[in-house]
């Protein structure tokens, strides 16, 4: 049997724009696949992902590391509300309006923002048994 592996669109959005995005998309009846960030320079790209009757879209969005900051769209999928907190921990970024928000204490970590190294150097790690 031959696999069909169907484009995904990709489209860049400002930050502004994702809860208005993701409103409609649960609206529409799609559902959160999963939200990706990495680090691109001085920016921190995410890719949030949503499906719909086995069909991807993903919305991408920059954001300068001298703001990262990003609107929550857990109040419209909850589930986001993980990966969200993930972005704050991992990457030091700050999402507003997160319905749960863990205040960078989702993760048990050695640095303040692992995955976004310059912010890693610069935080000492914690003292044994801490």
Not at 34 to 40: K, R
Not at 52 to 78: E, F, G, H, M, Q
Not at 90 to 119: Q, S, T
């Amino acid at each position: 049997m031959a696999q069909v592996i169907e484009q995904q669109d990709v489209v860049a959005i400002l930050r502004e724009e994702l809860p208005a995005r993701a409103a409609q998309l649960a609206k529409d009846g799609w559902r959160i696949v999963h939200v990706a960030c990495i680090v691109q320079g001085d920016q921190l790209e995410l890719l949030y992902a949503f499906d719909k009757a086995y069909k991807l879209v993903n919305y991408r969005v920059l954001v300068p590391k001298t703001d990262p900051v990003v609107p929550s769209i857990s109040a419209t999928y909850l589930a986001a509300f993980a990966y969200e907190n993930e972005l704050q921990d991992l990457f030091g970024m700050k999402v507003e309006g997160l319905v749960l928000d863990f205040k960078g204490k989702f993760y048990r970590k050695r640095h303040e923002a692992p995955f976004n190294p310059p912010a890693c150097a610069a935080t000492p790690a914690p003292a044994a048994g801490k």
